[in-house]
């Protein structure tokens, strides 16, 4: 079954070895404009996340949604663009995101977000209970860090910060765990 939205179809990043694949929740504005995954003003921060671990260079990226959510109207208009993709949109574009996966071998995925990491990974719980939870999907270490979209909502200072550290504790890990990064504790 197609996925009914009728936005553009933005694929993963690539199909080629990567060592770490990060999976969000579905294409916003720009990502639709550009057919790039994380390229707008979320994918400029989480690249900046993976650049801090040197992780960027050798990261894919893709969504359990390939197209930009919206609403349709019953006069056609569209409204309620980014809302959350629905189980029916992904369940449609899930197997294209794991084409890619199976084809790009990754040796950690990293769900971006509560979305997909329930949809996809199978996590169970509250955002706050998944993120730098360690499991499996299809024989891949997998984790969850949170998004860059919940940073950049208003908050409170401390938990930005706090949202902030766990996210990069997660990444030092993969790095270290992939000889990218020194082990901090260790020195
Ligand atoms: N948010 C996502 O989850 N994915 C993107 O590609 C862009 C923003």
Known sequence: ????LKTNSVYPSTSEPTLVFLIGEAPGEIEDQLGIPFVGKAGR??????KKFKLDAVA?????????????????????YNRVPTEQEMSACVPI??????RAHP????????????????????VGS???RWKEYKGIP??????????????????????????????????V?????RDEAKH
């Open 107 to 126: 040796q950690f995925i990293v769900f971006v977000g509560g979305t997909s990491a329930k949809f996809v990974g199978g996590y169970k719980g509250t």
């Open 142 to 175: 997998c984790t969850v860090i949170y998004h860059p979209s919940a940073l950049m909502r208003p908050m409170a200072k401390a938990k930005r910060v706090e949202w902030e550290r766990i996210n990069f504790s997660v990444l030092r890990e993969i790095s």
């Open 45 to 50: 921060s989480l690249r900046g996340w993976l």
């Open 177 to 181: 765990k992939l000889g990218l990064s």
């Open 130 to 132: 998944m993120v730098g």
């Open 1 to 4: 079954m197609d996925c009914p």
């Open 60 to 80: 894919g990226y893709g969504n359990a949604c390939l197209h930009r959510p919206y609403d349709e109207l019953p006069d056609g208009t569209r409204t309620n």
């Open 97 to 102: 995101l794991e084409r890619f996966i199976e």
